[in-house]
């Protein structure tokens, strides 16, 4: 039996699977990694700042034009379109094989797709907030009021609802996604190195039976998976949802 007919046979008899997902779920939908910078933004400041410093609350704070410009050409993909994995997770969901997803993605396609129970560890582009009053506010608030976005309400800054470098993840969101990996029959983890922590370390609250990994690149979750299959997600998981019974 393939790798992908024993994926099938497995999410055919899941009935609380977890899928835990990376940026390789949304490069399948062309959303590029977001790391480069392209120069512009350091010989406006005169100084060399790293993409991941420029992704961080300290910068949107200090350079609140810079950030939004960076944030909107790097971050932001309003054309992108969820792919076959995406559709495949939501269409295990409404069976349900699936409990929840939780992802590192901010690009809100698992919704798109379909998906109810996302936990979003990173947060998502498709929302945002006055960092004064609280006010919610969605993306194209963020796209079209150039080049800082402000609150009508209160004049206050309005920052996208992404985790930036130095800020901390969503206590709920964490343990929300802790609850359903601790207590998931099969965890899937597809698109991500494992090396984003708190993140990555998720996964080490999985107790359940079946452990497979979809990954193009090691991680160091291999030598404890079942499976570990070095393919594209969305074509692996078109398929084994294709073959289910």
């Known amino acids: 039996m393939g790798d992908i007919e024993k994926l099938s046979e497995i999410l055919s008899k899941s009935r609380s699977a977890v899928f835990f997902g990376g940026a390789g779920m949304s490069t399948e939908s062309g959303i590029p990694d977001f790391r480069s910078a392209d120069g512009i933004y350091n010989q406006k400041l005169n100084k060399n700042f790293r993409p991941e410093e420029m992704a961080s609350h300290n910068f949107f704070v200090n350079h609140p034009e810079e950030f939004f410009d960076f944030y909107r050409t790097r971050f932001v993909y309003l054309d992108a379109k969820p792919n076959a994995g995406h559709l495949a997770l939501a269409e295990l969901e409404r069976r349900g094989n699936l409990r929840a997803i939780v992802t590192q993605n901010i690009d809100g396609l698992h919704q798109i797709a379909g998906s109810k129970t996302v936990y979003e560890l990173h947060g ?95 991680t160091h979750a291999d030598a404890n998976a079942e499976s570990v299959i070095r393919e594209n997600i969305g074509e692996t998981l078109d398929k084994a949802v294709r073959l289910m019974k």
Do not use: Q, W
């Open 124 to 218: 998502s582009i498709r929302r945002a907030f006055c960092v004064d009053c609280g006010e919610k506010y969605d993306v194209n608030f963020v796209m079209e009021n150039i080049p800082v976005p402000h609150c009508k309400k209160c004049g206050g800054i309005v920052k996208p609802d992404v985790v930036l470098y130095g800020e901390n993840l969503n206590t709920d969101v964490i343990n929300a996604a802790v609850r359903a990996i601790s207590s998931a029959d099969t965890l899937i983890v597809g698109g991500t190195s494992l090396v984003v922590y708190p993140a990555a370390g998720l996964v080490d609250y999985f107790t359940g039976e079946h452990l497979i990994l979809i990954n193009k690149s090691k």
